[in-house]
T-cell receptor
Framework: DQQVKQNSPSLSVQEGRISILNCDYT??????FLWYKKYPAEGPTFLISISSIKDKNEDGRFTVFLNKSAKHLSLHIVPSQPGDSAVYFC????????????FGSGTQLTVLP | DSGVTQTPKHLITATGQRVTLRCSPR?????VYWYQQSLDQGLQFLIQ???????AKGNILERFSAQQFPDLHSELNLSSLELGDSALYFCASSVGDRYQPQHFGDGTRLSIL
C-alpha cells in the first residue's frame, strides 16, 4: 500500500520557467512533509519542509504548498535552473511513527537549457 | 556535504556472508535512521535509534540488526546475505524526533554476487 505517491516519473521544463512537482498521500495521520533532491551516487538532500498547520512554506526559489483536504502537496521551483535536474522525492511522517519517513517513488526533473 | 558519513561506499560480497555498515551522524544529532533503497521498492525505512536506544522498526528482516553506540555512531549488520539484499543503504540523522528534517549520508552500495 503506497501511502505517498508521486504519479509523474519524469518532468521536463525549460530553463527559467516554473517546475511543479506533485505528491499525493493517503494517511491522514501524516503531519510533516518534506521534499528531497537526489543526484546519482549521492544521498537525498533536504530541500524544504512543511508542517500540517501551514499551507505554504517558501525558501528562496522553492515553495511547498499543502492542501490537507485533498491530501496533496506540491513543490514549485521558480525559476528553474539546469542544476535543478535531479530526482525529487516527497516524504511524509507523523508524530506516532518516531518520525520515520515514508517516501514517494520520485520524479526525475530535467531542466533544459 | 550533509555531515553524515557512511562507510564503506561500496561493498561486494557473496551470498551467506555477513557485513557491517557504519554511520556517523551529524554533530549534535541524536537520532539515526537506516533506509534501504532497492530498484523495485524505493526508499524504505528499516530502523531508528535515538540516543542509543531503539525507537522504531520498519521493514527490517530478522537477519538484519543495528545498534547505536555511546558516541552516537551506528552500525547496521546484515547476515546470511541473499541476492535480494543488494541495494543502497542510507543512514540519516536528525537532532531529535520532532519537526526536524533528516539529513542523509551518501549511502553504502551493497552488491551480493
Amino acid at each position: 500500500d503506497q501511502q505517498v505517491k508521486q504519479n509523474s516519473p519524469s518532468l521536463s521544463v525549460q530553463e527559467g520557467r516554473i517546475s511543479i512537482l506533485n505528491c499525493d498521500y493517503t494517511n491522514s495521520m501524516f503531519d510533516y512533509f518534506l521534499w528531497y533532491k537526489k543526484y546519482p551516487a549521492e544521498g537525498p538532500t533536504f530541500l524544504i519542509s512543511i508542517s500540517s498547520i501551514k499551507d505554504k512554506n517558501e525558501d528562496g526559489r522553492f515553495t511547498v504548498f499543502l492542501n490537507k483536504s485533498a491530501k496533496h502537496l506540491s513543490l514549485h521551483i521558480v525559476p528553474s535552473q539546469p542544476g535543478d535536474s535531479a530526482v525529487y522525492f516527497c516524504a511524509a511522517t507523523f508524530s506516532g511513527s518516531a518520525r520515520q519517513l515514508t517516501f514517494g517513488s520520485g520524479t526525475q526533473l530535467t531542466v533544459l537549457p | 556535504d550533509s555531515g553524515v558519513t557512511q562507510t564503506p561506499k561500496h561493498l561486494i560480497t557473496a551470498t551467506g556472508q555477513r557485513v557491517t555498515l557504519r554511520c556517523s551522524p551529524r554533530s549534535g544529532d541524536l537520532s539515526v535512521y537506516w533506509y534501504q533503497q532497492s530498484l523495485d521498492q524505493g526508499l524504505q525505512f528499516l530502523i531508528q535509534y535515538y540516543n542509543g536506544e531503539e525507537r522504531a522498526k520498519g521493514n527490517i528482516l530478522e537477519r538484519f540488526s543495528a545498534q547505536q553506540f555511546p558516541d552516537l555512531h551506528s552500525e547496521l549488520n546484515l547476515s546470511s546475505l541473499e541476492l535480494g539484499d543488494s541495494a543502497l543503504y542510507f543512514c540519516a540523522s536528525s537532532v531529535g524526533d520532532r519537526y526536524q528534517p533528516q539529513h542523509f549520508g551518501d549511502g553504502t552500495r551493497l552488491s551480493i554476487l
